[in-house]
Nanobody, 123 residues
Framework: QVQLVESGGGFVQAGGSLRLSCAAS????????MGWFRQAPGKEREFVAG??????MTNYADSVKGRFTFSRDNNMVYLQMNSLNPEDTAVYYC??????????????????WGQGTQVTVSS
């Protein structure tokens, strides 16, 4: 019943921008934790940005602070990515969960995942 669908990925030159979107359905997500993770080939999936509830504090990975902006609007989740560099190349996933036990940065906390959208940054 819960479905997360990412969009907005693509190819971009270093220094450029992309906006990722996540459309969530099947629940009212205002009280859910929602976040973005990414995974590059040969690397583990890592946290990018997220919040425990709509309107709550946003957590960012150190590598994206000052460049990426996380936002939520009802059942839509966005990731505005500016000043992109090749190290940002990865598949980006939207994730959601009703309960966070420890930290929004841990992928094991999340119950629902989208299929991912590819972001490729060329130099």
């Amino acid at each position: 019943q819960v479905q997360l669908v990412e969009s907005g990925g693509g190819f971009v030159q270093a220094g450029g921008s992309l906006r990722l979107s996540c459309a969530a359905s099947g629940r009212t997500f205002s009280t859910y934790a929602m976040g973005w993770f990414r995974q590059a080939p040969g690397k583990e999936r890592e946290f990018v940005a997220g919040s425990r509830w709509s309107g709550g504090m946003t957590n960012y990975a150190d590598s994206v602070k000052g460049r990426f902006t996380f936002s939520r609007d009802n059942n839509m989740v966005y990731l505005q990515m500016n000043s992109l560099n090749p190290e940002d190349t990865a598949v980006y996933y939207c994730a959601a969960t009703q309960v966070i036990r420890r930290t929004v940065t841990a992928q094991r906390e999340y119950d629902y995942w989208g299929q991912g959208t590819q972001v490729t940054v060329s130099s």
